[in-house]
């Protein structure tokens, strides 16, 4: 059965065989709208009228056509999800996309989330990562902290960690730390003898690139025991010292 002409209805069930009124958007096939008399203009005559813009649709589980609004499209839920989280996640639940959908979302969400929380955590650690050493201190005050020990003490006291000391060293070889980017040096006494230590250079200024066989005298604090990797690929642990200053002792 047909609808009757001057019937009012949305542009869902527009009748492009019939002209439309403007203002009451009724539809009529005389020149007059049949409700309230207004003139149809050229525009919106049958043949002439642009046709209406159909809202996005999909079907659900029962079969009946179910229509989304932009608002609730994955495209705009996933760029507040990006952007405004909590707008998103609103429109997300109070969306009429099925339950199956919604739980792969919400687990590719997760996921994403976890990965972005990691990778902002890293970068801020990275960032505000202060000096392993004291650098609140001059300098003239940090070497007077600084009590000079032999290798063979240092290795005695390898856990009394934060320790100022002093020592001459010789420079052995650079060696790669289990920390990336840090720059290490496997050292024994100035005097000689087989013991080795590890220097993580943690400069607080003036900082030089040892090479091996240079005698350096070194101002720092314990580390404990560190491992690093030889040139041979080996790893081993040392007693280890960070390097806060340091100079070379001009040989004679």
């Known amino acids: 059965m047909g609808r009757m002409l001057g019937y009012h209805d949305s542009d869902e069930l527009d009748r492009p065989d019939l002209n439309k009124c403007p203002d009451c958007g009724c539809y009529f096939a005389q020149t007059h709208c049949t409700l309230c008399g207004k003139l149809c203009p050229e525009e919106m005559r049958a043949g002439n009228r642009a046709a209406p813009k159909r809202q996005k649709r999909r079907s659900n589980s029962s079969g009946r056509v179910q229509f989304i609004s932009w608002y609730h499209s994955w495209w705009f839920i996933l760029i507040m999800m990006y952007f405004m989280p909590i707008v998103g996640i609103i429109l997300f639940f109070t969306s009429p996309h099925s339950k199956k959908s919604k739980i792969i979302a919400a687990a590719s969400a997760v996921a994403v989330y976890a990965l972005w929380f990691a990778l902002v955590s ?3 650690a990275d960032l505000i990562k202060g000096s392993p050493v004291n650098d609140d201190i001059p300098r003239a ?3 007077e902290l600084c009590e000079t020990v032999s290798v063979d003490d240092f290795y005695r006291n390898v856990y009394n960690e ?5 020592m001459e060293l010789t420079v052995v070889e650079r060696v790669w730390g289990e920390e990336d980017g840090d720059v290490y040096y496997r050292c024994r006494a100035a005097e000689g003898g087989e013991r080795l230590i590890l220097l993580r250079d943690c400069h ?3 900082r030089v690139n040892y090479l091996a066989g240079d005698v350096i005298l070194v101002w720092g604090e314990s580390a ?3 491992g690093s990797y030889a040139s041979v690929d080996e790893f081993t642990e040392l007693p280890c010292l960070y390097m806060a200053y340091s100079q070379i002792v001009p040989r004679e």
């Not at 934060?162 to 002093?166: D, H, K, T």
Request: aromatic share 18%; net charge negative.
């Open 122 to 124: 890293g970068f801020l």
């Open 141 to 143: 005050e940090y070497v």
């Open 162 to 166: 934060g320790r100022y000391v002093c």
């Open 204 to 206: 607080i200024e003036g």
């Open 224 to 226: 404990g025991m560190q």
